[in-house]
């Protein structure tokens, strides 16, 4: 989802500042520098849940690393990166982009990124993907400008991408299976309760949608299991007609939605809510533009079996900047919904529950535009690594942004 972008800046290196990049053959190789100082997280943990209960934190802050926007590969402008999966068998991860057609054609990049315990080192782009928008046409048929919003991206256990799309040009998002060379394969179903059903705005406004989900506020997390048989995805922000948007007063209403991937065709399953914070901060001036909600969403009851996801939150207030965390969720004993076309105002019964486990701000980091977050390989350690990257927005607001990619350590042992 496009965000407006932070006041402050972002550490990189200077010759990655000047567009520096080593070519080798058809790879760029990213010559920024990690910020590869390890960061205790004891610099925020007193102020959190885990904390405060005299637990060990999950995560532990490894590094940052940015890259310029507006760098080239293959005649694209590599930006927009909404959502990461890591590929194992490959070694490599797939960032989508969310260019809807505007520079280039919709697609997805592929990455080799060195993690360790130090942090970050290179970031190599090593391929670049264009994605297909007809099933029934052979070939790689672009979609056509604003057609699609790619904002997440899985790996399936065969070697397809489930990718999802806020909208498209009629306002549907949708959710589609993809080969790795980017051909379409099919689509899951969806309730209509989240398809758009909008009016004509009034004396030059956009339109105003009554029902279904929110001009670019659809499916923003998507977490998949290791075995590719239940897939959740959630969207940004509360349905039209589920309650209002976040404010700096309450948070906002998602619904996460479970599927179940080994029938064919893929079932929908239950639906529980999931209630963001307010708003961090109110903006600067006050009439500017400010939100809070769900950027990411990731798997990880097989690693951390207290929680079930880890959901990321991701507020901006114009003037200020951003505000980050992630959130290890249990959903036991929360409502199902599924059955609810529109929640009861107020929503008084049970939300799923929801522990604060990282802050960027108190951890240090000036926080980007963070929407993409996976589990990555296991460190020499044997706990896994876990990548944050953010969406740049292709530097389209002042100041100019970057691609950020945050490393992080999860205290869980690779293989369990």
Same mark, same amino acid.
């Given at each position: 989802?496009?965000?407006?972008?932070?006041?402050?800046?972002?550490?990189?290196?200077?010759?990655?500042?000047?567009?520096?990049?080593?070519?080798?053959?058809?790879?760029?190789?990213?010559?920024?520098?990690?910020?590869?100082?390890?960061?205790?997280?004891?610099?925020?943990? +007193?102020?959190?849940?885990?904390?405060?209960? +005299?637990?060990? +934190?999950?995560?532990?802050?490894?590094?940052? #690393?940015?890259?310029?926007?507006?760098?080239? !590969?293959?005649?694209t402008t590599v930006g927009g990166l909404?959502?990461?999966?890591?590929? @194992?068998?490959?070694?490599?991860?797939?960032?989508?982009?969310?260019?809807?057609?505007?520079?280039?054609?919709?697609? =997805? =990049?592929?990455?080799?990124? &060195?993690?360790?315990?130090?942090?970050?080192?290179?970031?190599?782009?090593?391929?670049?993907?264009?994605?297909?928008?007809?099933?029934?046409?052979?070939?790689?048929?672009?979609?056509?400008?604003?057609?699609?919003?790619?904002?997440?991206?899985?790996?399936?256990? *065969?070697?397809?991408?489930?990718?999802?799309?806020?909208?498209?040009?009629?306002?549907?998002?949708?959710?589609?299976? !993809?080969?790795?060379?980017?051909?379409?394969?099919?689509?899951?179903?969806?309730?209509?309760? #989240?398809?758009?059903?909008?009016?004509?705005?009034?004396?030059?406004?956009?339109?105003?949608?009554?029902?279904?989900?929110?001009?670019?506020?659809?499916?923003?997390?998507?977490?998949?299991?290791? *075995?590719?048989?239940?897939? =959740?995805?959630?969207?940004?922000?509360?349905?039209?007609?589920d309650g209002p948007i976040a404010t700096?007063?309450?948070?906002? %209403?998602?619904?996460?939605?479970?599927? *179940?991937?080994?029938?064919?065709?893929?079932?929908?399953?239950?639906?529980?809510?999931?209630?963001?914070?307010?708003?961090? +901060? &109110?903006?600067? @001036?006050?009439?500017?533009?400010?939100?809070?909600?769900?950027?990411?969403?990731?798997?990880?009851?097989?690693?951390? @079996?207290?929680?079930?996801?880890?959901?990321?939150?991701?507020?901006?207030?114009?003037?200020?900047?951003?505000?980050? %965390?992630?959130?290890?969720?249990?959903?036991?004993?929360?409502?199902?919904?599924?059955?609810?076309?529109?929640?009861?105002?107020? #929503?008084?019964?049970?939300?799923?529950?929801?522990?604060?486990?990282?802050?960027?701000?108190?951890?240090?980091?000036?926080?980007?535009?963070?929407?993409?977050?996976?589990?990555?390989?296991?460190?020499?350690?044997?706990?896994?690594?876990?990548?944050?990257?953010?969406?740049?927005? #292709?530097?389209?607001?002042?100041? @100019?942004?970057? %691609?950020?990619?945050?490393?992080?350590?999860?205290?869980?042992?690779?293989?369990?």
């Amino acid at each position: 989802m496009t965000r407006r972008p932070p006041g402050g800046t972002l550490l990189a290196d200077n010759r990655a500042a000047a567009g520096s990049a080593r070519r080798s053959g058809e790879t760029i190789e990213m010559v920024c520098r990690a910020w590869s100082a390890v960061l205790l997280c004891a610099f925020g943990l +007193a102020l959190l849940p885990w904390a405060a209960a +005299a637990q060990p +934190a999950p995560l532990r802050l490894l590094g940052e #690393f940015s890259f310029p926007s507006k760098t080239q !590969f293959q005649s694209t402008t590599v930006g927009g990166l909404s959502g990461v999966a890591y590929d @194992p068998r490959r070694g490599v991860y797939y960032a989508v982009s969310d260019d809807r057609g505007e520079l280039e054609a919709p697609r =997805y =990049y592929t990455l080799r990124i &060195d993690v360790g315990l130090g942090g970050i080192g290179d970031v190599r782009i090593v391929g670049v993907t264009t994605l297909d928008s007809d099933a029934a046409t052979p070939g790689i048929q672009p979609y056509e400008r604003n057609d699609c919003d790619f904002e997440e991206i899985a790996l399936l256990p *065969d070697d397809t991408l489930l990718i999802s799309s806020e909208r498209d040009r009629v306002g549907r998002p949708w959710i589609r299976r !993809f080969a790795l060379d980017g051909t379409l394969l099919d689509e899951l179903s969806q309730r209509e309760k #989240f398809v758009a059903v909008s009016e004509p705005g009034t004396e030059g406004r956009p339109p105003v949608v009554l029902k279904g989900t929110r001009t670019n506020l659809g499916y923003e997390g998507m977490a998949l299991s290791p *075995d590719g048989g239940t897939l =959740y995805v959630a969207n940004e922000e509360a349905l039209a007609q589920d309650g209002p948007i976040a404010t700096r007063a309450a948070g906002t %209403n998602v619904r996460i939605v479970e599927y *179940d991937l080994l029938r064919a065709p893929a079932r929908l399953g239950g639906e529980q809510v999931y209630r963001t914070e307010a708003i961090f +901060a &109110d903006p600067n @001036p006050v009439t500017g533009f400010a939100d809070n909600g769900v950027s990411g969403m990731l798997w990880v009851r097989h690693v951390l @079996p207290q929680f079930d996801l880890l959901v990321m939150e991701r507020s901006f207030a114009t003037g200020v900047g951003n505000d980050v %965390n992630i959130y290890g969720v249990r959903l036991a004993d929360a409502q199902n919904v599924a059955a609810l076309d529109a929640l009861p105002q107020p #929503f008084t019964n049970r939300t799923v529950q929801k522990t604060l486990l990282a802050n960027m701000a108190r951890l240090g980091i000036a926080a980007d535009n963070l929407e993409g977050m996976t589990l990555g390989p296991p460190l020499s350690n044997g706990k896994l690594s876990l990548l944050l990257i953010s969406d740049d927005n #292709f530097s389209a607001f002042d100041p @100019p942004q970057v %691609n950020q990619f945050i490393l992080f350590e999860l205290d869980a042992v690779a293989g369990k």
